[in-house]
Nanobody
Framework: QVQLAESGGDSVQPGGSLRLSCVLS????????MAWFRQSPGKHREAVAS???????SYARWVKGRFAISRDNSKEVFYLPMNNLRPEDTATYHC?????????????????WGHGTQVTVSS
């Protein structure tokens, strides 16, 4: 069993920055996919960024270098630093984990989900 807990969401002005964190606990798999998703009211959930056990990274095209997924192996924490935030980035951000796979992580169906952390970008 895997548990995920996000934190780091906040209210910021356009152009601001945040760093989201996702703490992973429970059984750890050598091969996995981990991803950040987001969902706004009235919109479908969309993938933001992903990584896998080999260190590969993938990003939604609209990220355009503003976000960067990373991992602290010693702490079992995944991060999503976000820069140059825009009002359209306002959403609840969730991390997700899928065991026993690697590669193509941005397009997979995930098994474990966190409850989410709210990001609001507004002037």
């Amino acid at each position: 069993q895997v548990q995920l807990a996000e934190s780091g969401g906040d209210s910021v002005q356009p152009g601001g920055s945040l760093r989201l964190s996702c703490v992973l606990s429970g059984y750890k798999y050598p091969t996995y996919c981990m991803a950040w998703f987001r969902q706004s009211p009235g919109k479908h959930r969309e993938a933001v960024a992903s990584t896998d056990g080999s260190g590969g990274e993938s990003y939604a095209r609209w990220v355009k270098g503003r976000f960067a997924i990373s991992r602290d192996n010693s702490k079992e924490v995944f991060y999503l630093p976000m820069n140059n935030l825009r009002p359209e980035d306002t959403a609840t951000y969730h991390c997700a984990y899928l065991s026993g796979v690697w590669g193509g992580c941005l397009d997979r169906d995930y098994e474990y989900w966190g409850h989410g952390t709210q990001v609001t970008v507004s002037s």
